[in-house]
């Protein structure tokens, strides 16, 4: 057989090699990013002005040849800022919103764990490929649920209680009155926990499947002392316990299930006739070019190596993948029974959407 040939177009060629080394020096520079969170050489920079590697080396008593070469890295990457004369670095403070305040809504190092996790995991995962199975998410290396924790948490505290359940049609009220709430697919319970300190007269259930989770969840609500009206169980999407809720949610989690129909449907009998489903999502459009972005490239990748093969590992093995879309999540609605569906609220990483019975 003859193999036709193909002519290379030297400017395209220059143009994509410059994009995938770019990509290389971002998977490397993100080992530099968790070093300089754990170390706290983010935190001692910010709001210091302009430092000497000696300076910096000095304030976190760290050996000063590497703190020089961490710099070069940063200044590099266009995270801190070189001076050359005077042979100093400097965080700006756009910068430190990012890598240095924990309270930030945009703070982003802890979820670099994510990353981690999918490159530890990553022979598992091309198993998986060959042999068609799944790889189910408790089973992964245990950075990525800190990871998961801190990624989706900087939303919650930024979105949820602001703006996500004043969206849902009178919600917000049920809750201040004292309403039932469960949260499937809870995790570490960051969304439950940030909901019972806003709404004190509530009650909250967290429900996940993954136990070491739930653990680590009733951990959290004692710590913020929100434990006496939140409960945390390790059940199934499909079975978990309690009925009568005024609210049940899911936040970034139904499409990694095998049967999300199954679990919708279960949320449907266990609310109240007048209860609201919240499903948040990760931001998608309904077909793959709609897709074709950094904040979709974000999604997909995070999606071959967990959302999809979990759903694999599961009955049923549906396999939305994070980038669903508004159109799929509303027909797994309406096939589970739900009468009424809309778009309730859309930041550029999520789709807040409502179901009703």
């Not at 136990?211 to 609500?221: H, K, L, Q, V």
């Not at 074709?292 to 049923?316: D, I, K, Q, W």
């Amino acid at each position: 057989m003859t193999q036709t040939l193909r002519v290379v177009d030297g400017a395209k060629l220059d143009v994509f090699l410059g994009r995938a080394v770019s990509d290389m020096a971002a998977c490397m520079a993100g080992v530099t990013l968790i070093l300089g969170h754990k170390l706290g050489l983010y935190r001692a920079m910010a709001g210091a002005g302009p430092l000497s590697s000696e300076t910096l080396a000095q304030k976190t008593g760290i050996r000063e040849r590497y703190v020089r070469e961490w710099l070069a890295a940063q200044a590099a990457g266009g995270y801190v800022l070189y001076d050359a004369a005077a042979k100093t670095y400097e965080l700006p403070p756009e910068q430190a919103f990012v890598l240095a305040d924990a309270g930030s809504p945009a703070y982003l190092p802890p979820a670099y764990e994510i990353v981690s996790s999918m490159w530890h995991d990553e022979e598992r995962l091309a198993d998986v490929f060959r042999n068609g199975r799944g790889f189910p998410w408790g089973e992964h290396h245990h950075r990525l649920f800190h990871g998961t924790e801190a990624f989706f948490k900087t939303g919650y505290k930024a979105n949820l209680v602001a703006s996500w359940l004043p969206a849902l049609d009178g919600v917000e009220a049920k809750l201040r009155a004292g309403a039932r709430c469960a949260d499937v697919g809870c995790g570490h319970g960051a969304s439950t926990i940030l909901m019972a300190q806003a709404f004190p007269k509530s009650h909250f259930r967290g429900y996940d499947a993954h136990p070491a989770s739930i653990e680590t969840a009733r951990a959290r609500a004692k710590e913020a002392e929100v434990h006496d009206r939140v409960t945390f169980e390790a059940a199934k999407a499909q079975t978990y316990p309690g009925s009568q809720f005024d609210l049940i949610c899911f936040f970034d989690c139904l499409h990694d299930m095998g049967d999300p129909v199954g679990a919708a449907r279960h949320a449907l009998q266990a609310l109240k006739p007048d209860g609201t489903v919240l499903l948040v999502e990760p931001f998608a459009g309904n077909r793959v070019e709609e897709n074709l972005h950094p904040v979709g490239r974000l999604f997909y990748s995070a999606s071959v190596a967990l959302c999809v093969p979990n759903s694999l590992s599961e009955e049923c093995g549906a396999g939305l993948g994070a980038q669903a879309g508004e159109e799929r999540l509303g027909s797994i609605l309406k096939e589970a029974g739900f009468t009424r569906f809309r778009r309730a609220a859309t930041t550029p990483f999520n789709l807040v959407l409502e179901a009703r019975p």
